[in-house]
């Protein structure tokens, strides 16, 4: 029996409205879109995790609690334990994205085919912003005790991965010729290291130098400029005695 006129359209369009109302319905819904809850929840957490290293920076870890996150924030207490157990563990994050800053910067080294001491400079404009950044206090104020023994092992793993990204950054500029240096990669890695962490003491915004310059200036007062064919020379014959002995330099 054939329908009546218009009533296929009449179906079409229920159809229609049908498709819409459940496209509007899982839009709005909380629980339509769990890639999207995901970011939020990413994006939320950083904020702790930011908001926290710049109040260790003004009050110092232990006279900071998660109250005076809380309120910082304009949520409660127990809302920030949706995004983190403990605060020994927004410490631990505040570490690692400092650190995390810097291990970016190696792997661009790595990356590139630059000359050794253009891509160790880059590393070290890279440390430099690390410590002058809101992570900088975390990194190089914070004590190594306030994490648990695995917090701790999984930090000073990561240190170790840049101490050698600039031993390995150093012997390579040696073999190229782009780096000559007075002593061991190893001596020149510590005191590299040791000055730019000691930024995190006397850095602050506004000073003369930008952490660029600053940067730079420590690559020049450790004397990482071109190598000399002797000094190739003798540092690439360590270097191959060393591999043969599995000793470390």
């Given amino acids: 029996m054939p329908g009546k006129p218009g009533s296929g359209k009449s179906v079409r369009r ?3 409205l049908g498709a819409a109302r459940s496209a509007a319905v899982a839009s709005e819904s909380p629980w339509a879109r769990p890639r999207r809850r995901s970011r939020e929840r990413e994006i939320k957490r950083d904020a702790v995790i930011l ?13 900071t609690s998660l109250d005076d996150l809380a309120a910082l924030l304009g949520v409660t207490k127990p809302t920030l334990y ?9 410490l631990f994050e505040c570490f690692r994205t400092g650190l995390d800053q810097i291990r970016a910067g190696l792997r661009e080294a790595d990356a590139s085919d630059a000359p050794a001491r253009d891509r160790l400079a880059l590393v070290v404009r890279r440390y430099a912003a690390a410590i002058t950044s809101d992570f900088g206090w975390c990194m190089v104020r914070a004590e190594d005790q306030d994490l648990s023994h695995e917090m701790g092992a999984a930090i000073k793993a990561l240190k170790s991965e ?3 990204g600039l031993r390995r950054l150093l012997r390579a500029g040696i073999g190229d010729g782009s780096i000559a240096i007075a002593t061991e990669p190893k001596l020149t890695a510590f005191a590299l290291a040791g000055a730019l962490n000691w930024m995190g003491h006397w850095y602050r915004p506004g000073e003369a130098l930008s952490s660029d310059e600053v940067a730079e200036g420590f690559m020049v007062l450790f004397g990482v400029g071109p190598a000399t064919k002797a000094q190739r020379g003798r540092y690439n014959g360590r270097s191959k005695t060393a591999q043969s002995s599995g000793r470390k330099e």
């Fill in 51 to 63: 908001t926290a290293a710049r109040a260790f920076q003004r009050r110092g870890y232990h006279n």
């Fill in 82 to 90: 949706h995004y983190v157990t403990n605060k020994e563990e927004i």
């Fill in 14 to 16: 229920k159809s229609e």
């Fill in 162 to 164: 840049i101490d050698q």
